[in-house]
């Protein structure tokens, strides 16, 4: 990598072969990994850890209990991710030309693309749904698609600039609508429960960790402008852990508010004293959301193209995820292929750390355009995801179909305890491990 030294050189580098500033200190990371722990998602997702799919409700202590176990360990991962970045100074698919050699990372990041650009096109309509239920449906929802993802573009064409301004501004404003409704909801007394149980715990902790793995694919993009390993590591797992349990404990105390319907989840906010405006401090910090998967969008792509600008890949991606977001309203069918393809990543993190800090990786991978193909690195990731889909093959029918025919003839029942992200990367880990070992004997 060659060094720019010109005031150009504290905001990300324009090209992949450029070392990148190292201007981010604790703040800044724990600021950026605050905001996003705190999403308009995370209020209606906190239903599948309250009630997860086929189960009785959680009892209050089960549902507070799953999200902080869920969280620490999958921002764990995480972090994980975002340390090899740290090491590196490189993007996180451009790691993967280490770990798979040049040619191979295209597979990790073709996926990353297709599921960035998916997420941003989700973020896209929630915000406009936010906005929608802000204004009582006076905005279009094509003008408030449209200038979402214009802000969201120009965020991800100056990402160092935007770190500080959430640094400095941004958390604040989000931590002060956080408290407020915090505070006004508590004061109300929660509504009974009613029937309870303790058998849907862990697919609710499995809920909790999946939703914070789903930033394992992005984490080095940001964290390879860290000073140290160590204060990217610390500030990931401490600002997105904490924002991610106060966001989910909000959605499930609102949502016992609302007999537990997520459509009316945002009515409990409006429905507060001066709500509407903190609503709108949340509503509009969900545009780092989808600043987010645009920026980590171009990075991917730039491991394809590394001498095309950082900001024409950023600037397509942002036409096109606002594009795509025009005319969608119902998300919910795309958000489960949405997770298939997203499941591919949690074994995938457990190979990226096990090689880095156990195997090649400790002596320094090779991550130039001809660094040669190891073949043998898709083994434990193939494992580990087999182990993923025989736990939880999703909802998408034509797949869930022929992993369940799979689970029958193997006997492979998953029960309440099986956590297919944990099981995964366990799998994924061990596998790679025995890898390692059998290469240094070599």
Known sequence: MTTDSSPRAQEAPLLLTTEPPRTFGFADQAAFWTNLGVSLIGFTGAIYVLQPPGYDRLPLLGAVLATVVGTIVGTSMVAAAGAVGAGTGAPAMANFRGLFGTRLSGLPTVANVVQCIGWGVYELTVIAAGIAALTSDRVPHAVAVIAAGVLSTV?????MHVVGILRRYVTVAVGIAMLYFTVQMLRQPLPDMGQTSWAGFFPAVDTALAVAVSFVPLAADYTRHSRSVKVAGGATVIGYSVAQIWCYLL??????HVGGDPNQLFDSFLGITAGWVFFAVLVLRETDQSFANVYSTAMSLQNLLPRVDRRILAAV???????FALNVRDFSSYANFLLLIG???????AVLVVDYFFGRGRTGWDLSDNSPARPIMLLPWAIGFVVYQLC???SVSWWADRWTGLQDTLGVHPTWWTSASLFSF??????TGVVVVVGRRR
């Open 155 to 159: 965020m991800a064409i100056w990402p």
């Open 251 to 256: 959605g499930i105390v609102a949502l016992l």
């Open 317 to 323: 991606v942002g036409v096109l995820a606002t594009v």
């Open 343 to 349: 499941s591919v990543f949690v074994p995938l993190t």
């Open 392 to 394: 939880n093959p999703g």
């Open 426 to 431: 366990l799998a994924a880990g061990a596998a």
